[in-house]
């Protein structure tokens, strides 16, 4: 299996940038795709952003397409999430999450493995 840990969260002003980092421990880290999930209080957890296991592949929530940038780095065990233009309305907790073999699924169900979060505030 593998274990993840968030980093990077913050709090930014509207119209500022941020990038997350999950960090990768356990299995071959080039064996699962990684997806970004975020959680606002009171909402529903939402697909952000994923990316294949060779990294060649990429997809990404359609409201988010040009602001948000994942990429990942296998000789580090690590993937980004390079957030641009921020909002208010982009604040949330985000997780990281990975699936075995997997393609870059926006549902939430395929991914076995969570980390606990990293808290991003957006000021207004």
């Known amino acids: 299996q593998v274990q993840l840990v968030e980093s990077g969260g913050g709090l930014v002003q509207a119209g500022g940038s941020l990038r997350l980092s999950c960090a990768a421990s356990g299995r071959t880290f080039s064996d699962y795709a990684i997806g970004w999930f975020r959680q606002a209080p009171g909402e529903e957890r939402e697909f952000v952003a994923a990316i294949s296991r060779s990294g060649l592949s990429t997809a990404y929530a359609e409201s988010l397409k040009g602001r948000f940038t994942i990429s990942r780095d296998n000789a580090k065990y690590t993937v980004y999430l390079q957030m641009n233009s921020l909002k208010p309305e982009d604040t949330a907790l985000y997780y990281c999450?990975?699936?075995?073999?997997?393609?870059?699924?926006?549902?939430?169900?395929?991914?076995?493995?969570w980390g606990q979060g990293t808290q991003v505030t957006v000021s207004s």
């Open positions: 999450a990975a699936r075995r073999n997997g393609g870059t699924s926006s549902s939430a169900f395929p991914y076995n493995y």
